[in-house]
């Protein structure tokens, strides 16, 4: 039972462009969001987080956005980099309490060519 | 400024045996958090815990998978009589609190082969 769905294993662009990254969820517990980007042999680091209060957050070239009606969240980042191609891990979390559990999806490997 | 250091990094046992995973948090993190990537599979929650407690340990196996975080010391994942089942990325995070708005680090990761 995938709570959290990144549906494109896999995406491609060239340097420079938008990369947009796509997670859906079906939990409406979840009221927080997070990205985390992980390269081959290492472990994953944070790299934008969401809380459901907001429909947008920015942090440089990385956007996150979120549509709580749609139970859709998606990562942009602009302008694309060769160093951006890695995995990129959507989380969410049901804060409620203390608690702290990531649900993740599967990933999204992203490709930046030169 | 070291990080969440995991160790060892790759651990092969056979079938039967003992697994040992550590974890040594950010100094000053007294939160710990164990995940496991199964291939091809997003990480997975395992077991929450703090100093000398376990908070949340619904996402371990109830049968020969075991946490601790003693007072001094790293914080331990022991897997008994291992199966080739377990083969597995185990992460360790920490944070310094429980609460979602803050980071929390993950190690490199230890990967355990049972062959």
């Known amino acids: 039972d995938q709570q959290v769905k990144q549906n494109s294993p896999s995406l491609s662009v060239q340097e420079g462009r938008i990369s947009i990254l796509n997670c859906d969820y079906t939990n409406s517990m979840f009221d927080y969001f997070l990205w985390y980007k992980k390269y081959p042999a290492e472990g994953p680091t944070f790299l934008i987080s969401?809380?459901?209060?907001?429909d947008k957050n920015e942090d440089g070239r990385f956007t996150v956005f979120l549509n709580k009606s749609a139970k859709h969240l998606s990562l942009h980042i602009v302008p694309s980099q060769p160093g951006d191609s890695a995995v990129y891990f959507c989380a969410a979390e049901a804060s409620g309490g203390s608690n702290y559990k990531l649900t993740f999806g599967k990933g999204t490997l992203l490709t930046v060519n030169p | 400024n070291a990080g969440v250091m995991q160790n060892p990094r790759h651990l092969v046992r056979r079938r039967g045996q003992e697994a040992r995973l550590r974890c040594s948090p950010v100094k000053g993190h007294s939160h710990v958090y164990w995940y496991r990537q199964l291939p091809e599979e997003g990480l997975k929650f395992m077991v929450y815990?703090?100093?000398?407690?376990?908070?949340?340990e619904s996402g371990m196996p109830k049968e020969r998978f075991s946490a601790e975080f003693p007072k001094e010391g790293p914080s331990i994942l022991r897997i008994q009589q291992v199966v080739r089942g377990d083969s597995a990325a185990y992460f360790c995070?920490?944070?310094?609190?429980?609460?979602?708005?803050?980071?929390?680090?993950f190690g490199q990761g230890t990967r355990l082969t049972v062959v």
């Open positions: 995070a920490s944070s310094p609190t429980g609460t979602a708005d803050t980071e929390a680090f």
């Open positions: 969401i809380s459901s209060i907001k």
């Open positions: 815990l703090q100093k000398e407690n376990i908070i949340d």
